[in-house]
């Protein structure tokens, strides 16, 4: 399963990104994918999750109301539309994939894509 992760870039506070995770390979085998982020110095964080079936989300308290993840099975892509954007979710973000759970920590994801940097300028 390969992961390729774009729509990153500069941005000003209180603009909008839409994140795309687009998967290859075998991703039938996959549960669903996730987003997480690591800014400068710091822990990699959990974002949002979405099942491929069922579309079963999750986001992180940091992100609601704020951030939406979808999915388009069709295409075997996840999306992330930043609105309000704030400079402390300047980071790379990175998509994962998951064989048998989502959630939020890192361990259970599988695959993972290259990451893309997304920067909030004040």
């Known amino acids: 399963v390969q992961l390729q992760a774009s729509g990153g870039g500069l941005v000003q506070a209180g603009g909008s990104l839409r994140l795309s995770c687009a998967a290859s390979g075998h991703t039938s085998i996959t549960h669903g994918v996730g987003w997480f982020r690591q800014a400068p110095g710091k822990e990699r964080e959990f974002v949002a999750s979405?099942?491929?079936?069922?579309?079963?989300?999750d986001n992180a308290d940091s992100v609601k109301g704020r951030f939406t993840i979808s999915r388009d099975n069709a295409k075997r892509t996840v999306y992330l539309q930043m609105n309000s954007l704030k400079p402390e979710d300047t980071a790379v973000y990175y998509c994962?994939?998951?064989?048998?759970?989502?959630?939020?920590?890192?361990?259970?994801?599988?695959?993972w894509g290259q990451g893309t940097l997304v920067t909030v300028s004040s």
């Open positions: 979405i099942t491929w079936t069922g579309g079963n989300i």
């Open positions: 994962a994939a998951a064989q048998y759970f989502t959630g939020r920590t890192s361990r259970n994801y599988d695959y």
